[in-house]
Protein backbone atom coordinates (compact mmCIF):
# COMPACT_ATOMS: atom_id res chain seq x y z
CA UNK A 1 0.00 0.00 0.00
CA UNK A 2 1.53 3.37 -0.90
CA UNK A 3 1.87 5.67 2.03
CA UNK A 4 0.97 9.40 1.91
CA UNK A 5 2.24 12.63 3.71
CA UNK A 6 0.29 14.80 5.61
CA UNK A 7 0.58 17.07 3.04
CA UNK A 8 -0.96 15.01 0.34
CA UNK A 9 -4.38 16.61 -0.10
CA UNK A 10 -2.54 20.23 -0.29
CA UNK A 11 -0.46 19.23 -3.29
CA UNK A 12 -3.63 17.47 -5.21
CA UNK A 13 -5.74 20.84 -4.82
CA UNK A 14 -2.41 22.41 -6.22
CA UNK A 15 -2.84 20.29 -9.34
CA UNK A 16 0.40 18.33 -8.63
CA UNK A 17 1.01 15.29 -11.34
CA UNK A 18 1.65 12.22 -8.12
CA UNK A 19 4.15 9.43 -8.23
CA UNK A 20 5.22 6.18 -6.31
CA UNK A 21 8.28 7.31 -4.62
CA UNK A 22 9.92 4.48 -2.93
CA UNK A 23 6.36 3.29 -1.99
CA UNK A 24 5.17 6.89 -0.99
CA UNK A 25 2.74 9.32 -2.97
CA UNK A 26 4.85 12.24 -3.90
CA UNK A 27 4.44 14.87 -6.17
CA UNK A 28 6.82 15.18 -8.93
CA UNK A 29 5.73 18.69 -10.34
CA UNK A 30 2.70 21.11 -9.94
CA UNK A 31 2.81 21.98 -13.94
CA UNK A 32 6.86 22.93 -14.88
CA UNK A 33 9.68 20.97 -13.77
CA UNK A 34 11.76 23.16 -15.33
CA UNK A 35 10.37 26.67 -13.51
CA UNK A 36 10.32 25.03 -10.34
CA UNK A 37 14.13 24.27 -10.75
CA UNK A 38 14.74 27.78 -11.65
CA UNK A 39 12.72 29.36 -9.12
CA UNK A 40 14.85 27.46 -6.17
CA UNK A 41 18.24 28.36 -8.27
CA UNK A 42 16.76 31.93 -8.46
CA UNK A 43 14.37 32.99 -5.41
CA UNK A 44 12.88 30.19 -3.29
CA UNK A 45 10.82 26.59 -3.57
CA UNK A 46 9.69 23.89 -0.89
CA UNK A 47 9.57 20.42 -1.31
CA UNK A 48 7.53 18.26 0.79
CA UNK A 49 10.17 16.11 2.47
CA UNK A 50 8.01 14.23 5.07
CA UNK A 51 8.57 11.04 3.86
CA UNK A 52 12.39 10.68 5.22
CA UNK A 53 12.53 9.68 8.31
CA UNK A 54 13.39 11.07 11.78
CA UNK A 55 15.10 8.65 14.07
CA UNK A 56 15.86 9.68 18.09
CA UNK A 57 18.34 7.82 19.94
CA UNK A 58 18.45 8.34 23.32
CA UNK A 59 21.01 7.02 26.34
CA UNK A 60 24.03 7.18 27.97
CA UNK A 61 26.53 5.66 25.21
CA UNK A 62 24.70 7.25 22.23
CA UNK A 63 28.15 9.26 21.26
CA UNK A 64 29.64 5.82 21.63
CA UNK A 65 27.66 4.21 19.74
CA UNK A 66 27.45 6.43 16.66
CA UNK A 67 31.05 6.23 16.56
CA UNK A 68 31.03 1.99 15.98
CA UNK A 69 28.28 2.60 13.35
CA UNK A 70 28.91 5.58 11.35
CA UNK A 71 31.83 6.33 8.49
CA UNK A 72 32.51 10.00 9.72
CA UNK A 73 33.21 10.86 13.12
CA UNK A 74 30.51 12.17 15.54
CA UNK A 75 33.99 13.26 17.71
CA UNK A 76 33.36 16.25 15.17
CA UNK A 77 30.12 17.43 16.72
CA UNK A 78 31.01 19.21 19.65
CA UNK A 79 28.29 22.21 19.90
CA UNK A 80 24.49 21.27 20.24
CA UNK A 81 22.67 21.33 17.45
CA UNK A 82 25.49 20.76 14.87
CA UNK A 83 24.82 17.81 12.07
CA UNK A 84 27.24 16.06 10.31
CA UNK A 85 26.51 13.90 7.00
CA UNK A 86 27.78 10.24 6.76
CA UNK A 87 27.29 6.80 5.69
CA UNK A 88 26.34 3.89 7.55
CA UNK A 89 28.03 0.82 6.27
CA UNK A 90 27.69 -2.92 6.15
CA UNK A 91 30.73 -5.22 7.06
CA UNK A 92 32.12 -5.38 3.38
CA UNK A 93 31.81 -1.36 3.46
CA UNK A 94 29.35 -1.10 1.76
CA UNK A 95 26.93 1.83 1.79
CA UNK A 96 23.21 1.03 3.76
CA UNK A 97 22.39 4.26 3.62
CA UNK A 98 23.25 8.07 3.61
CA UNK A 99 22.38 10.38 6.61
CA UNK A 100 22.50 13.26 8.49
CA UNK A 101 23.03 13.15 12.19
CA UNK A 102 22.20 16.17 14.85
CA UNK A 103 24.17 16.07 18.12
CA UNK A 104 20.84 17.99 20.32
CA UNK A 105 22.86 16.45 23.70
CA UNK A 106 24.92 13.71 25.23
CA UNK A 107 22.03 11.57 25.72
CA UNK A 108 20.31 12.63 22.76
CA UNK A 109 20.91 12.80 19.09
CA UNK A 110 18.74 12.75 15.88
CA UNK A 111 19.42 10.67 12.69
CA UNK A 112 17.58 11.91 9.10
CA UNK A 113 17.54 8.93 6.99
CA UNK A 114 16.09 7.81 3.20
CA UNK A 115 12.52 7.11 2.82
CA UNK A 116 13.38 3.96 0.77
CA UNK A 117 15.56 2.62 3.06
CA UNK A 118 13.57 3.15 6.04
CA UNK A 119 12.48 -0.41 7.40
CA UNK A 120 16.20 -1.78 6.58
CA UNK A 121 17.89 1.08 7.81
CA UNK A 122 15.83 0.64 11.07
CA UNK A 123 16.44 -2.73 11.69
CA UNK A 124 20.29 -2.51 11.05
CA UNK A 125 20.11 0.59 13.66
CA UNK A 126 18.74 -1.28 16.20
CA UNK A 127 20.51 -4.52 16.19
CA UNK A 128 23.35 -2.48 16.60
CA UNK A 129 22.08 -0.33 19.33
CA UNK A 130 21.34 -3.10 21.43
CA UNK A 131 24.90 -3.80 22.49
CA UNK A 132 24.85 0.12 23.94
CA UNK A 133 21.80 0.10 25.17
CA UNK A 134 20.44 3.00 23.30
CA UNK A 135 16.84 3.77 22.84
CA UNK A 136 16.31 4.07 19.02
CA UNK A 137 12.57 5.91 18.34
CA UNK A 138 11.19 6.52 15.11
CA UNK A 139 9.47 9.67 14.87
CA UNK A 140 6.38 9.40 12.53
CA UNK A 141 4.69 12.34 14.52
CA UNK A 142 6.80 14.59 12.71
CA UNK A 143 6.30 16.30 8.54
CA UNK A 144 9.44 17.82 6.82
CA UNK A 145 9.97 20.69 4.45
CA UNK A 146 12.86 21.80 3.12
CA UNK A 147 12.45 25.46 1.99
CA UNK A 148 15.59 26.28 -0.88
CA UNK A 149 17.17 29.03 -2.68
CA UNK A 150 19.04 32.57 -2.39
CA UNK A 151 15.85 33.74 -0.87
CA UNK A 152 14.34 30.85 1.37
CA UNK A 153 16.49 31.51 4.56
CA UNK A 154 15.05 35.53 4.70
CA UNK A 155 11.03 34.25 3.99
CA UNK A 156 11.60 32.03 6.56
CA UNK A 157 12.81 34.14 9.32
CA UNK A 158 9.91 36.49 8.83
CA UNK A 159 7.72 33.74 9.36
CA UNK A 160 9.28 33.50 12.90
CA UNK A 161 8.54 34.59 16.27
CA UNK A 162 10.68 37.88 16.21
CA UNK A 163 12.97 36.70 19.52
CA UNK A 164 13.78 33.90 16.94
CA UNK A 165 15.26 36.23 13.71
CA UNK A 166 18.69 37.26 14.99
CA UNK A 167 19.14 33.57 16.58
CA UNK A 168 18.02 31.86 13.49
CA UNK A 169 19.73 34.27 10.79
CA UNK A 170 23.20 33.63 12.63
CA UNK A 171 22.71 29.85 12.84
CA UNK A 172 25.54 28.14 10.67
CA UNK A 173 25.59 26.00 8.13
CA UNK A 174 25.28 22.35 8.77
CA UNK A 175 23.59 23.04 12.30
CA UNK A 176 19.97 23.13 13.68
CA UNK A 177 17.69 24.78 16.26
CA UNK A 178 14.55 25.24 18.10
CA UNK A 179 12.21 28.06 17.23
CA UNK A 180 8.81 29.16 16.94
CA UNK A 181 7.00 29.11 13.82
CA UNK A 182 3.49 30.85 13.21
CA UNK A 183 0.68 30.59 15.16
CA UNK A 184 3.13 29.56 17.75
CA UNK A 185 3.93 26.43 16.54
CA UNK A 186 6.92 24.64 17.91
CA UNK A 187 9.90 24.15 14.39
CA UNK A 188 13.49 22.16 14.23
CA UNK A 189 15.34 24.48 11.77
CA UNK A 190 18.33 23.10 10.09
CA UNK A 191 20.43 25.02 7.55
CA UNK A 192 20.55 21.99 5.38
CA UNK A 193 19.20 21.09 2.07
CA UNK A 194 19.56 18.73 -0.85
CA UNK A 195 20.10 21.29 -3.88
CA UNK A 196 23.29 23.16 -3.77
CA UNK A 197 21.37 26.58 -2.31
CA UNK A 198 20.95 27.62 1.04
CA UNK A 199 18.18 27.61 2.77
CA UNK A 200 16.47 25.18 5.79
CA UNK A 201 15.05 21.81 5.92
CA UNK A 202 12.26 22.07 9.17
CA UNK A 203 11.00 19.70 11.17
CA UNK A 204 7.65 20.46 12.43
CA UNK A 205 4.66 18.38 13.81
CA UNK A 206 2.24 16.87 11.64
CA UNK A 207 -0.28 18.86 12.91
CA UNK A 208 1.21 21.95 11.83
CA UNK A 209 2.34 20.72 8.65
CA UNK A 210 -0.58 22.55 6.19
CA UNK A 211 -0.59 25.63 7.99
CA UNK A 212 3.19 25.73 7.94
CA UNK A 213 2.81 25.16 4.56
CA UNK A 214 0.81 27.79 3.28
CA UNK A 215 2.50 30.21 5.49
CA UNK A 216 5.55 29.58 3.60
CA UNK A 217 3.29 29.87 0.01
CA UNK A 218 2.03 33.53 1.46
CA UNK A 219 5.47 34.41 1.73
CA UNK A 220 6.27 34.16 -1.60
CA UNK A 221 7.52 30.16 -1.33
CA UNK A 222 7.01 28.39 -4.30
CA UNK A 223 5.66 24.83 -4.37
CA UNK A 224 8.84 22.26 -6.41
CA UNK A 225 8.23 18.63 -6.66
CA UNK A 226 10.64 15.41 -6.62
CA UNK A 227 11.28 16.40 -9.94
CA UNK A 228 13.05 19.65 -9.29
CA UNK A 229 14.60 18.42 -6.52
CA UNK A 230 16.39 15.76 -8.64
CA UNK A 231 17.93 18.25 -11.13
CA UNK A 232 19.32 20.61 -8.45
CA UNK A 233 20.44 17.82 -6.64
CA UNK A 234 22.50 16.49 -9.35
CA UNK A 235 23.60 19.98 -10.70
CA UNK A 236 24.97 20.15 -6.81
CA UNK A 237 27.12 17.18 -7.41
CA UNK A 238 24.66 15.45 -4.44
CA UNK A 239 24.43 11.50 -4.68
CA UNK A 240 20.97 9.93 -4.90
CA UNK A 241 21.01 6.43 -2.56
CA UNK A 242 19.92 3.44 -4.65
CA UNK A 243 21.03 4.91 -8.11
CA UNK A 244 24.77 6.29 -7.44
CA UNK A 245 25.58 3.68 -4.64
CA UNK A 246 24.25 1.10 -2.26
CA UNK A 247 25.42 -1.60 -0.05
CA UNK A 248 27.34 -2.88 -2.70
CA UNK A 249 29.46 0.21 -3.45
CA UNK A 250 31.81 1.47 -0.83
CA UNK A 251 32.42 5.34 -0.04
CA UNK A 252 35.55 5.03 -2.01
CA UNK A 253 33.74 4.07 -4.95
CA UNK A 254 30.82 6.71 -4.65
CA UNK A 255 33.48 9.56 -4.44
CA UNK A 256 32.62 10.03 -0.79
CA UNK A 257 36.06 9.22 0.37
CA UNK A 258 35.49 12.70 2.02
CA UNK A 259 33.21 11.33 4.36
CA UNK A 260 35.32 8.62 6.02
CA UNK A 261 37.20 9.21 9.18
CA UNK A 262 39.82 6.82 9.19
CA UNK A 263 40.41 8.47 12.95
CA UNK A 264 42.71 6.35 15.53
CA UNK A 265 41.55 3.80 17.90
CA UNK A 266 37.55 3.69 16.30
CA UNK A 267 36.75 0.28 14.95
CA UNK A 268 33.33 1.35 12.89
CA UNK A 269 31.20 -1.05 11.22
CA UNK A 270 33.11 -1.75 7.49
CA UNK A 271 36.80 0.45 8.37
CA UNK A 272 38.87 -2.91 8.13
CA UNK A 273 36.59 -3.48 4.39
CA UNK A 274 37.54 -0.07 3.55
CA UNK A 275 40.86 -0.06 4.47
CA UNK A 276 41.42 -3.39 2.60
CA UNK A 277 40.20 -1.67 -0.52
CA UNK A 278 42.04 1.52 -0.32
CA UNK A 279 45.42 -0.78 0.17
CA UNK A 280 44.88 -2.85 -2.70
CA UNK A 281 43.71 0.72 -4.68
CA UNK A 282 40.23 1.34 -5.78
CA UNK A 283 39.33 -0.30 -9.28
CA UNK A 284 35.90 1.81 -9.96
CA UNK A 285 35.98 5.82 -9.60
CA UNK A 286 32.69 7.88 -10.01
CA UNK A 287 32.99 10.60 -11.98
CA UNK A 288 31.03 13.87 -13.97
CA UNK A 289 30.09 13.71 -17.52
CA UNK A 290 29.16 16.83 -20.13
CA UNK A 291 27.05 16.22 -22.76
CA UNK A 292 27.99 19.21 -25.31
CA UNK A 293 25.69 18.50 -28.10
CA UNK A 294 22.21 17.74 -28.04
CA UNK A 295 20.81 14.71 -26.29
CA UNK A 296 20.25 13.40 -22.59
CA UNK A 297 22.26 11.35 -20.64
CA UNK A 298 20.13 8.77 -18.72
CA UNK A 299 20.91 6.16 -15.69
CA UNK A 300 21.95 2.76 -17.20
CA UNK A 301 24.21 3.98 -20.36
CA UNK A 302 26.87 2.07 -20.92
CA UNK A 303 30.37 4.55 -20.76
CA UNK A 304 33.10 3.46 -22.93
CA UNK A 305 36.87 4.53 -21.64
CA UNK A 306 40.16 3.60 -22.81
CA UNK A 307 40.18 1.32 -19.90
CA UNK A 308 37.00 -0.85 -19.87
CA UNK A 309 33.55 0.26 -19.66
CA UNK A 310 31.24 1.75 -17.27
CA UNK A 311 27.56 3.06 -16.50
CA UNK A 312 25.86 6.19 -15.87
CA UNK A 313 23.94 6.32 -12.50
CA UNK A 314 22.33 9.55 -12.43
CA UNK A 315 22.03 11.68 -15.76
CA UNK A 316 19.64 14.40 -16.62
CA UNK A 317 19.15 17.76 -18.45
CA UNK A 318 20.74 20.51 -16.11
CA UNK A 319 18.24 23.23 -16.78
CA UNK A 320 20.82 25.48 -14.94
CA UNK A 321 22.87 24.78 -18.06
CA UNK A 322 21.01 23.99 -20.65
CA UNK A 323 22.55 20.72 -21.68
CA UNK A 324 22.91 17.03 -20.23
CA UNK A 325 24.90 16.24 -17.35
CA UNK A 326 25.59 12.68 -15.83
CA UNK A 327 27.78 10.72 -12.92
CA UNK A 328 28.69 8.00 -14.22
CA UNK A 329 31.12 4.49 -12.38
CA UNK A 330 33.93 3.78 -15.01
CA UNK A 331 37.27 1.73 -14.10
CA UNK A 332 40.27 3.94 -12.52
CA UNK A 333 42.63 5.09 -14.71
CA UNK A 334 43.30 7.26 -17.72
CA UNK A 335 39.81 7.11 -19.08
CA UNK A 336 41.09 9.02 -22.44
CA UNK A 337 38.29 10.13 -24.56
CA UNK A 338 35.16 8.78 -22.83
CA UNK A 339 32.12 8.38 -25.43
CA UNK A 340 28.36 7.13 -24.25
CA UNK A 341 26.33 4.40 -26.25
CA UNK A 342 23.14 6.21 -26.68
CA UNK A 343 20.59 3.87 -28.36
CA UNK A 344 23.56 2.71 -29.86
CA UNK A 345 25.04 5.45 -31.42
CA UNK A 346 28.75 6.26 -29.24
CA UNK A 347 28.53 10.58 -28.64
CA UNK A 348 31.55 12.04 -27.21
CA UNK A 349 31.08 13.38 -23.52
CA UNK A 350 33.73 15.07 -21.51
CA UNK A 351 34.85 13.86 -18.26
CA UNK A 352 34.27 16.71 -15.41
CA UNK A 353 35.00 17.54 -11.67
CA UNK A 354 31.75 17.81 -9.97
CA UNK A 355 29.33 20.07 -8.88
CA UNK A 356 28.35 20.93 -11.97
CA UNK A 357 26.99 24.29 -10.58
CA UNK A 358 27.63 26.18 -7.49
CA UNK A 359 25.86 29.37 -5.47
CA UNK A 360 23.52 29.00 -9.24
CA UNK A 361 26.42 29.46 -11.57
CA UNK A 362 28.31 26.93 -14.04
CA UNK A 363 31.45 25.88 -12.32
CA UNK A 364 34.18 26.65 -13.93
CA UNK A 365 35.21 24.23 -16.98
CA UNK A 366 31.64 22.76 -16.87
Same mark, same amino acid.
Given at each position: ?????????????????????????????????? %??????????????????? &?????? /?????????????????? *??? !???????????????????????????????????????????????????????? @?????????????????? *?????????????? *???? *?????? /????????????????? !????? %?????????????????????????????????? %????????????????????????????? %??????????????????????????????????????????????????????????? @?? &? /?????????????????????????????????????????
Amino acid at each position: MTEKTVLNETHRALGARMVDFGGWDMPINYGSQI %EEHHVVRRDAGMFDVSHMT &VVDLHG /ARTREFLRHLLANSVDKL *KVQ !GKALYSCMLNEQGGVIDDLIVYFLGEEFFRLVVNAATREKDLAWIEKQAKAFGVEV @KERPDFAMIAVQGPNARS *KVIGLLAEVDHERI *KKLG *KFAAAA /AQGPHGMPLFVARTGYT !GEDGF %EIIVPQEHAVALWQALADAGVAPAGLGARDTLRL %EAGMNLYGQDMDDTVSPWEANLGWTIALD %EGRDFIGRKALEAQKAEGVKRVMVGLVLDDKGVLRHGQVVLTANGNGEILSGSFAPTLG @KA &V /AFARIPTGEAGDVRVDIRGKEVPVRLVKYPFVRDGQPCEGI
